[in-house]
Nanobody, 123 residues
Framework: QRQLVESGGGSVQAGGSLRLSCAAS????????MAWFRQAPGKEREGVAT???????TYAFPVKGRFTVSKDNAKNTQYLQMTSLKPEDTAMYYC?????????????????WGQGTQVTVSS
């Protein structure tokens, strides 16, 4: 069966670090783009980072230079290393997967989602 399971969230002080993991079952990384989204209270869900089958990555401007997305193809696990965390990074973080070899109408179309892991950053 297909499944995305996030782990690694928690509460940290501003300036701290966390590493999120996403165990992906049924989403071979040579065919699926993997992504992280987040949703803060009262705000819409936004894209954070993406890593594609060829290894290319993209980042939302607010996290550039602070977050790093990576993957272990053998383990089918995606990671998000977060450093220099800020209170505005507080959100529920979601792992997502999308079949690469199609076109989509929006950045959110076509994704399957995990249940999320909470990240809370205090000042």
């Amino acid at each position: 069966q297909r499944q995305l399971v996030e782990s690694g969230g928690g509460s940290v002080q501003a300036g701290g670090s966390l590493r999120l993991s996403c165990a992906a079952s049924g989403y071979p990384f040579n065919k699926y783009s993997m992504a992280w989204f987040r949703q803060a209270p009262g705000k819409e869900r936004e894209g954070v980072a993406t890593i594609h089958p060829d290894g290319q990555t993209t980042y939302a401007f607010p996290v550039k230079g602070r977050f790093t997305v990576s993957k272990d193809n053998a383990k089918n696990t995606q990671y998000l290393q977060m450093t220099s965390l800020k209170p505005e990074d507080t959100a529920m973080y979601y792992c997502a997967a999308r079949y690469t070899y199609r076109t989509y109408a929006s950045e959110s179309d076509g994704f399957n989602w995990g249940q999320g892991t909470q990240v809370t950053v205090s000042s």
